[in-house]
């Protein structure tokens, strides 16, 4: 699917009541994989930039480490320090851009940016800026959409779409701020080109269980900003129809009347 880079925080602050409920359960099932990935001690200074609603850094903060979590979407960072609360532990939250961050260069053990980084405008800023504020050794981490060949919700969401509105098939030359990463050796570059060490880069995947398919797509336009424009080129009639479509292509992973697939991402790692 088409995604823009959405970089009007604002975007981010409607969407994020939004975001909390049908997103972040979905991206949070990433979180024991980014963790594990980045090699997280008790006690090791950990950052989390383009935060989110905090699943990531309030689950590291849970294992004893010091978190700082940032987003440039006000919205989101009040959902970090409730949710953090609710959860009793401590996550320092701050609003700031991921392609500058307003933190001390080698002042952080692992850093790492799930599903947040992939839409700056600028990726090297982006790269660049984990590497500066990790100390020498230090980890990163980014999770970023998967190529749409190992991404199955991709697949059966550009069948849905397809179904319903054949001339999407023509496309648009322009690469989806999402894929940008996915193209071949891209993800590898940038953190070589940003100074890392011990390049690694390997697909995940995590299941997603989808209760009402159908609702799910009706919900989700609004809950993710970089999916806006093509969701509003659409009337809601025509919307209506792809969320049914969405529903069939999914009808045979059903389990007790819940869709089952698998999502899948890129995940990249290197030392600094
Ligand atoms: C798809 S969400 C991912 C959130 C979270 N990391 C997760 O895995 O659920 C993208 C997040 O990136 C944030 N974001 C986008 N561009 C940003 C930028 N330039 N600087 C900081 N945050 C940004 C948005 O506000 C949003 O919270």
Request: proline share 5%; no cysteine.
């Amino acid at each position: 699917m088409h995604l823009v880079p959405a970089q009007n925080p604002s975007d981010w602050d409607s969407a994020a009541e939004g975001y909390a409920e049908l997103i972040a359960p979905i991206t949070g099932n990433f979180t024991d994989q980014l963790l594990s990935a980045v090699n997280l001690s008790p006690g090791e200074k950990f950052l989390d930039v383009a935060a989110g609603t905090g699943t990531t850094a309030i689950s590291a903060a849970k294992l004893g480490a010091t978190v700082t979590a940032v987003d440039f979407s006000e919205a989101m960072v009040e959902l970090i320090r409730k949710n953090a609360l609710a959860a009793g532990v401590e996550v320092t939250a701050s609003v700031m851009d991921g392609q500058n961050l307003n933190l001390q260069d080698n002042s952080f053990d692992a850093a790492i940016s799930a599903f947040g980084l992939m839409f700056f405008p600028n990726l090297t800023r982006g790269f660049k800026e984990l590497y500066r504020v990790l100390k020498a050794g230090g980890r990163a981490v980014v999770l970023a959409d998967a190529p749409q060949s190992d991404d199955p919700f991709a697949q059966v969401s550009g069948q849905a779409l397809l179904k319903v509105i054949p001339s999407l098939s023509e496309g648009n030359d322009e690469v989806s701020a999402g894929a940008r990463l996915a193209q071949p050796g891209a993800m590898e570059e940038y953190f070589t080109n940003a100074g890392f060490k011990n390049v690694q880069i390997q697909t995940i995947t995590s299941e997603m269980k989808i209760r009402d398919p159908e609702q799910f797509w009706l919900k989700l336009g609004p809950a993710l900003p970089p999916l806006k424009p093509l969701f509003n080129s659409f009337d809601n009639e025509t919307m209506a129809e792809v969320a049914k479509a969405f529903d069939e292509v999914l009808s045979d992973t059903k389990v007790d009347g819940v869709a089952i697939v698998n999502l899948g991402a890129l995940l990249g790692k290197g030392t600094k």
